[in-house]
């Protein structure tokens, strides 16, 4: 039985390459895992299930034609498509799942967050998240016309790039000590998160033990830097690792 975990994908209808890459992934390096999560931020933006078009229907009906082959997809919402609503879960064949959320790996509980909700240092940007992951602001949102839903979603992003470059690099990591916090409310011993675009294996120890927490990188493609990479968390059966591919080459492996 194999699982993956990915994250941050970002897509959007003027990343070409990237939804291509993300289809190839699900035809090429998906197609023998049971089992798929999403931990966030598939889209690049979101702003209801009612402004679906041709890009989005077209991500919904590959994300289904991946489950009709017996897979299990689930998807969780990040801080970028937090408004995606039943109409798309239904169309591509997926569960929503809740932030944070615990599954089984065999006999292991494994938490899974998008992993913005443990970026407490980040005062400004709590504050937001609380405010849009209100269902009343959601509400009051979904009920704008799109027109108006597409500027809003627009400041906002123009807002938050202008905001994070003033942001120090630290505050916009998790706090170790939410990250134990939440750990230990669910009792787990292992975590795996996205969000924060900084792949890696943190190995920590606590009063009663070991903790070890997988963080997803997102999926990037630029030619003028020559950056061309997935990440993924894999679970095949025994153990987790957290693995790197290349993107262009994904219907060639």
């Known amino acids: 039985m194999t699982t993956l975990f990915i994250a941050d994908i970002h897509l959007s209808e003027e990343r070409t390459e990237l939804t291509e890459a993300f289809f190839n992934y699900l035809d090429y390096r998906a197609i023998e895992a049971d089992t798929l999560y999403i931990l966030g931020d598939l889209f690049d933006a979101w702003i209801g299930d009612d402004a679906m078009g041709d890009f989005e229907n077209s991500v919904a009906d590959k994300i289904a034609e ?53 970026c407490t240092d980040d005062k400004k940007y709590m504050k937001f998240r609380k405010m849009v992951r209100n269902p009343l602001w959601q509400k009051m949102a979904l009920a704008m016309p799109l027109s108006q839903r597409r500027k809003v979603a627009q400041q906002m992003r123009e807002k938050s790039q202008t905001s994070n470059i003033d942001k120090p690099k630290e505050i916009m990591d998790v706090n170790h000590d939410a990250v134990v916090r939440l750990m230990q409310k669910y009792k787990v011993r292992t975590m795996v998160q996205g969000h924060t675009h900084r792949p890696d294996v943190h190995e920590f120890d606590v009063a009663d033990g070991s903790m070890r927490r997988y963080v997803l990188g997102d999926w990037r493609i630029n030619h003028e830097h020559d950056i061309d990479s997935g990440w993924e968390v894999r679970h095949d059966g025994l153990a987790l690792t957290l693995e790197e591919f290349h993107l262009s080459e994904l219907a060639y492996e």
Not at 85 to 101: K, M, V, W, Y
């Open 66 to 118: 991946y489950a009709a082959k017996g897979k299990e997809v689930f998807l969780m919402h990040g801080n970028r498509d937090f408004l995606m609503g039943n109409h798309f879960a239904q169309r591509a064949h997926l569960t929503i799942l809740d932030d944070p959320s615990l599954v089984m790996l065999g006999d292991i509980p494994v938490l899974i967050t998008h992993g913005d909700m443990l």
